[in-house]
């Protein structure tokens, strides 16, 4: 049996001090590809660890061709315009918004994969409760909800140790750009198959920052 190796990041955070916050899912056809590419750059340019926000332009600029000159690989997410979320009782417990936005990210993918499942998360990304919550939730779902009966794992990783997470981790600053500074300059050569907006009803897209 095959599995599906997706790996999960955020931009930003659920606090009510700026507009947007992202999760974005990236699954890697060829993971090891995508983990080659950032070990390359790490040692190239004497890094530890790939934070996209540190990064210069040049080097964004870098990573994205390297990352999109093959299709193995497949981006979705979903960005929250958090001030235009009515029930703000979603913000006193981290545990309930971010549940239900990672629960849309990847119900497309247990409702039509038939391989067995592995998700990567950065373990500094939410705390040990909030992480455990996740995975009790995102399993009640696919099996009670999607008609998934196949194995699922979660994996919460330091991702210092995980170049597959770090790359995930540019794809998340990647889509934040495009709608926080209203650049979408790499977001556009990103390979994105699905983007979810929340809420959908009121979202703005007029919000932003100059670079």
Known sequence: MKTLKIYIDESGDLGLNEGYFVIAMLIAYDAKRIKNIIKNFCAFNNLEEVHACKLDFPNKQFLINKLTKKPDYSISYVVADKMMVENKKLFESNNLLFNYLASLLVKDIFKTNEDDIMIYMDNRNQKVASSNSLIEYIKIKAMTSWGFDKNVKFEY??????????????????????????????YKRLNIIKSIKFPQEKFRENIFRKY
């Not at 600053?173 to 979408?184: A, L, S, V």
Request: proline share 0%; aromatic share 16%; charged share 25%.
């Open 157 to 186: 990783c330091d991702s210092k140790n995980h170049k597959a997470l770090q790359m995930a981790d540019f794809v998340a600053h990647c889509i934040r750009r495009r709608y926080f500074y209203n650049n979408n300059d790499f």
